[in-house]
């Protein structure tokens, strides 16, 4: 049986303009010492979608208050539009009731003009180019 | 110190010393015809390749890099709290196998310091080797399942010039190792 938690609430659905912002959640642990760099193996699918939140109903820091461990998370930006035109990619709105900023970023190991593998490792490194910076840096203290 | 007494000498002790090219692939006809001119293909009637040293920061860097990503296979299951799978040691050996393999490959036929790279956890249990250099870049990501593709991609900074495809791993692939030492104005 589904969690009703995690169920996308329709009624909130909207379709996400591509010059918004959506937010990502990246564990420190995910970013080796000591250089502690962004890096393409942060771009990675939980069931089937990267997890992430428009910043229409989120801000970083309620972003990464979602967080198991929010100390122990940094979040990255990435512009939707942007996102959208890498091949196979797509940005779709999925509120669940806990959370009315989820988003999904679905397509990452979606065969393209590549096969899946390559495309994959193509899109990631596309991705990470769309990266300028932290929107909340986990290592500021450190620095 | 001899060269057994020191832990790091004997986890390298595979650095390939000397070694004939088998062959590469994934060229297009007309890169092949270029380095065929370059005198760059495989030769086997040639004499085995001598390895030039390698010059001393650029070859421990290298070394450095992958003995570091060591590390990533004593992480175990759900490392990060989010369910993350492990990295084996098997795949670090892929890993490890394969840059020490190219940067002799680099010094032995181009007379040429493979760059250093970065080696960083991906998911399902695949690492990345990640080259980010000024005006390109190349990553290849080695599966944790060794019968699946190692896929590589890279393109320069403007996204014009991209180079990507499959290897095994088991070939030495000069087209990367040219991707990575090429002089670009």
Known sequence: MADSENEIVQEWVELIPNPDRVLMRVPVQWLRSPSHQLHEGVFRETEGAMSVDWEKYSSAQETRERAPNPSQNGVIAL?????????GLSVE???????????GIHGLARAGSLPAEESKTKRRVLLLG?????EIDPFEAQR | MSPTADPETVEFADWPASKRLDSFSNFSGGEDRLLRRLSLWDTPEKAPTTVVQFPPRRRDGIRSAVQSARALTELGENWDGEGSQGYSLNTWKRVKRFVLTHASVSESRFRASLPVPTVNPADQGSLDVSWRLRDRQLLV????????????????????????GRTTGREHRLDLVAWLIQKTK
């Open chain 1, 79 to 87: 512009v939707t539009g942007d996102v959208r035109g890498i091949e």
């Open chain 2, 141 to 164: 990501n080695f599966p944790a399942d060794e019968t699946a593709p190692i896929t590589y991609y890279g393109q320069n900074s403007t996204g014009n010039n991209t180079i990507s």
């Open chain 1, 130 to 134: 769309l990266v300028t910076g932290w």
């Open chain 1, 93 to 103: 709105h999925e509120p669940i009731r806990s959370n009315r900023a989820h988003t």
